[in-house]
């Protein structure tokens, strides 16, 4: 049996490197939630989840935003 092809070789492993990297992506996909972060002067930095009430209002908010800015 002949060796594989070169072009075989570089396809396979860009095949592996791509089905390695949607792995990654689906698990990432998976754990991350939505979160708001906001910056306060000083360089001080707080991150809210969705589940928090804080949280929530801060979605709102630029959801409302979003929506003016879109009319």
């Given at each position: 049996m002949s060796p594989?092809?070169?072009h075989r070789i570089l396809l396979d492993r860009v095949s592996s490197y791509a089905d390695e990297a949607?792995?990654?992506?689906?698990?990432r996909r998976m754990t991350r939630r939505p979160f708001?972060?906001?910056?306060?002067p000083g360089g001080r930095s707080t991150a809210y989840g969705?589940?928090?009430e804080a949280g929530r209002h801060l979605f709102l908010a630029a959801s409302e935003l979003i929506d003016?800015?879109?009319r």
């Amino acid at each position: 049996m002949s060796p594989p092809k070169p072009h075989r070789i570089l396809l396979d492993r860009v095949s592996s490197y791509a089905d390695e990297a949607g792995a990654y992506l689906r698990r990432r996909r998976m754990t991350r939630r939505p979160f708001a972060r906001v910056s306060y002067p000083g360089g001080r930095s707080t991150a809210y989840g969705a589940e928090t009430e804080a949280g929530r209002h801060l979605f709102l908010a630029a959801s409302e935003l979003i929506d003016v800015a879109c009319r």
